[in-house]
C-alpha cells in the first residue's frame, strides 16, 4: 500500500477563498483523523471518522471549517472562507480498529495570504 | 487546553550521548502513550509506545518510561545518532482511537 496520500502538497491562496484539502486513507483502515499542525500548539486534532462518520469534531475551531468522508477511501477537508491564521501543516492519518497507531501523510502545507 | 504537553522545544546531544526527552500530560484517565517522529516535510511516524499498566518499554536504542503519579513520560535514545535528528512528539490515548499530542521537541545530534 503507498500509505495515507495526501493532495495537494502545498497550497497557496489569498484570504476569503475556499480551500479544500484531500486524503486517501491506507486501505483497509476504520478510523481516518485530520490534524492541524502549528508552533505554538503542536499537532491538534480537529476531527476523526470511524467507518465514514464523524465520531467527533470537537477540535474544529470555527464554523468555516467542515470535513467529510463521503466513502472508506476518500475524505476532505474544507475551509471556507480561509484566513491568514489557518495557514499551517494540515496532516492526515489513519489507523486499523482497536490499533493505537496511526498512520500519517506527508501533510498540506496551507498558506493564506 | 494542551492535555499533552512538552516543555522543551528543542534539544541538542552529542552524538553517542543520551537524548532525554520529556512529555507532561494532565489527563489522569490517559491509559497509551505514544512518540512519534517527524522528519522536515514527511508526516510524524510511530516509534514508540507504552501501556499504562507498564513502567517501561525498551526498543532498541529507545526506551519509553512512565512514571503514572507523577504524569510524565520520557523516551531515552542512546546512543544517539546524527539520523536521529528530528521533531519527535509525544502523544496520549484514553479510548484507543484519539489521540492528543504535544507541541512536539526537536532534537538536534551534533557528530
Known amino acids: 500500500d503507498a500509505g495515507v496520500i495526501q493532495s495537494p502538497r502545498h497550497e497557496v491562496t489569498e484570504m476569503g477563498q475556499e480551500v479544500t484539502l484531500r486524503c486517501k486513507p491506507i486501505s483497509g483502515h476504520d478510523y481516518l483523523f485530520w490534524y492541524r499542525q502549528t508552533m505554538m500548539r503542536g499537532l491538534e486534532l480537529l476531527i476523526y471518522?470511524?467507518?465514514?462518520?464523524?465520531?467527533?469534531d470537537s477540535g474544529m475551531p470555527e464554523d468555516r471549517f467542515s470535513a467529510k468522508m463521503p466513502n472508506a477511501s476518500f475524505s476532505t477537508l474544507k475551509i471556507q472562507p480561509s484566513e491568514p491564521r489557518d495557514s499551517a501543516v494540515y496532516f492526515c492519518?489513519?489507523?486499523?480498529?482497536?490499533?493505537?497507531?496511526?498512520?500519517f501523510g506527508q501533510g498540506t502545507r496551507l498558506t493564506v495570504v | 487546553d494542551q492535555q499533552v504537553k512538552q516543555n522543551s522545544p528543542s534539544l541538542s546531544v552529542q552524538e553517542g550521548r543520551i537524548s532525554i526527552l520529556n512529555c507532561d500530560y494532565t489527563?489522569?484517565?490517559?491509559?497509551?502513550f505514544l512518540w512519534y517522529k517527524k522528519y522536515p516535510a514527511e508526516g510524524p511516524t510511530f516509534l514508540i509506545s507504552i501501556s499504562s499498566i507498564k513502567d517501561k518499554n525498551e526498543d532498541g536504542r529507545f526506551t519509553v518510561f512512565l512514571n503514572k503519579s507523577a504524569k510524565h513520560l520520557s523516551l531515552h535514545i542512546v546512543p544517539s545518532q546524527p539520523g536521529d535528528s528530528a521533531v519527535y512528539f509525544c502523544?496520549?490515548?484514553?479510548?484507543?482511537?484519539?489521540?492528543?499530542f504535544g507541541t512536539g521537541t526537536s532534537l538536534t545530534v551534533i557528530p
Open positions: 492519518a489513519s489507523s486499523l480498529p482497536g490499533s493505537t497507531e496511526a498512520f
Open positions: 471518522f470511524n467507518n465514514n462518520v464523524p465520531i467527533d
Open positions: 489527563n489522569s484517565m490517559f491509559d497509551y
Open positions: 502523544a496520549a490515548s484514553n479510548t484507543g482511537n484519539q489521540f492528543y
